[in-house]
């Protein structure tokens, strides 16, 4: 297919087009920066800002695609504070937006979105297993409904676009890209990287592994569906990190209550300490034909010190 990568020179655009390339796709990376990074991975660039409508559809003019995946966010690190979400919120509702009318522009029949698994709600779920079919867009009022609204906008612009076929991706906490890696053991390495002392159990994915699922929604995904994208056994993000530590000799995160640690970050804070889920990937599994090459964090962290 000849697709339009949104969020290309982003955490998950590289070993995206490195998969799509790999799988005989033609990508254009659409971002505000990165061709020379775009080119070498096999993407033709097209820069340009998204939430720019007019300078966005004037540089798609004349282009024809067959799909266009909407992988944009803001975040270049953890978030900390709920203001760190707020450009990522809007590229989820105006920035989809605009994509869609970017895919009408260009005939591309299908849409993959990505959203998050946090749409189930900022909450402790217990032991209950989430499925697609369960709530999403759940909201307590809280500071935290601003960002449950904007995945659930992304997911229905999708899906309900006229002629073209919606697809949501509920993507797990992502871990496992090489620069993330390196600035979190850095900061283990400086005891500058604090963690929840008993934090939720979440679902976490490999950035290759979320990067396959997203290919293969691509090929094989059903218009008007959301598949959740996560690996196959939840942990703590205290869990994580001390892997990844292990995997690379650096020193252990240091453990805070969780209470400390909102003083000073309270989205993150909240987040990791607070919030636990298990979320079931059997519906990706079955209908896309995907199984995660790191199927724990365990694996994923090895894998890290592998370099794949």
């Known amino acids: 297919m000849r697709v339009l990568l949104a969020g290309a020179s982003g955490t998950l655009g590289a070993p995206l087009i490195r998969q799509l390339v790999a799988?005989?796709?033609?990508?254009?990376?659409?971002?505000?920066?990165?061709?020379?990074?775009?080119?070498?991975l096999?993407?033709?660039p097209l820069i340009v800002d998204v939430l720019d409508r007019d300078a966005l559809l004037a540089a798609v003019d004349g282009h024809h695609f067959d799909a266009v995946i909407h992988e944009l966010t803001a975040l270049k690190k953890l978030p900390l504070q709920h203001r760190h979400m707020a450009a990522t919120n809007t590229l989820r509702s105006?920035?989809?937006t605009h994509l869609v009318e970017?895919?009408?522009?260009?005939?591309?029949?299908?849409?993959?979105?990505?959203?998050?698994?946090?749409?189930?709600?900022?909450?402790d779920h217990g032991t209950e297993v989430l499925t697609e079919q369960s709530p999403f867009g759940v909201m307590h009022g809280t500071e935290f409904d601003v960002h449950v609204s904007a995945m659930v906008d992304t997911e229905q612009q999708a899906m309900t676009a006229e002629g073209i076929e919606g697809i949501a991706l509920r993507y797990g906490l992502l871990?496992?890209?090489?620069?993330?890696?390196?600035?979190?053991?850095?900061m283990l390495r400086k005891h500058a990287l604090p963690v929840a002392r008993h934090g939720g159990e979440l679902p976490f994915i490999h950035h290759e592994d979320a990067a396959a699922a997203t290919?293969?929604?691509?090929?094989?995904?059903?218009?008007?569906?959301?598949?959740?994208?996560?690996?196959?056994?939840p942990a703590t993000f205290r869990d994580v990190v001390t892997a990844i530590a292990d995997a690379h000799d650096a020193p252990h995160p240091l453990p805070l209550p969780t209470g400390v640690l909102e003083l000073a970050a309270?989205?993150?804070?909240?987040?990791?300490?607070?919030?636990?889920?298990?979320?079931?990937?059997?519906?990706a599994k079955a209908e896309l034909g995907w199984m995660p090459q790191f199927p724990t964090y365990l694996d994923g962290a090895a894998g890290v010190r592998r370099g794949t």
Not at 107 to 120: D, H
């Open 42 to 44: 096999g993407a033709a």
């Open 175 to 186: 871990y496992g890209a090489p620069s993330d890696t390196d600035r979190m053991v850095s």
């Open 215 to 233: 290919v293969a929604a691509l090929e094989r995904g059903i218009g008007g569906q959301a598949y959740n994208i996560v690996d196959d056994l």
């Open 266 to 283: 309270p989205y993150g804070a909240a987040v990791l300490g607070e919030v636990s889920m298990r979320v079931s990937n059997a519906k």
């Open 94 to 96: 105006v920035g989809t």
């Open 102 to 123: 970017v895919a009408r522009a260009t005939g591309a029949g299908r849409f993959l979105t990505q959203s998050i698994v946090f749409g189930y709600g900022y909450a």
């Open 23 to 40: 799988a005989r796709h033609d990508v254009t990376g659409l971002g505000r920066s990165g061709s020379d990074r775009m080119r070498q």
